[in-house]
């Protein structure tokens, strides 16, 4: 992991010296809102958005049941590789 994109609420002075500490050659980029009142389609923040969407798909990872961390990351596993042999196995056209 090299670069790390965050909302503005990480701008913070506490969250930026915890990464340093933590991980230091991961290198922060803060990506702001628009100054105009309007939707715009912010870099990179959609990819995220459209994931945990297409994660959110499967029944288990819709409301959060697991009372173990490391159970509904096994959960967030499973999902991502159904996704991905969903992916693969498409028929191309």
């Given at each position: 992991?090299l670069?790390l994109?965050?909302d503005?609420?990480y701008q ?10 933590t991980?230091?050659q ?7 809102r628009?100054?105009?009142?309007k939707?715009?389609?912010?870099p990179k923040r959609?990819?995220?958005e459209r994931?945990?969407?297409w994660?959110?798909r499967?029944r ?16 967030l596993?499973w ?10 196995c498409?028929?191309?056209?």
């Amino acid at each position: 992991l090299l670069k790390l994109y965050a909302d503005g609420g990480y701008q913070g002075a506490n969250f930026q010296a915890g990464l340093r500490t933590t991980c230091r050659q991961i290198n922060l980029e803060i990506v702001k809102r628009s100054e105009l009142r309007k939707f715009v389609v912010l870099p990179k923040r959609w990819i995220v958005e459209r994931t945990i969407a297409w994660l959110n798909r499967c029944r288990r990872l819709a409301k959060d049941w697991e009372c173990l961390n490391r159970r509904a990351l096994a959960f967030l596993r499973w999902a991502s590789v159904r996704r991905m042999l969903r992916k693969l196995c498409q028929k191309t056209t």
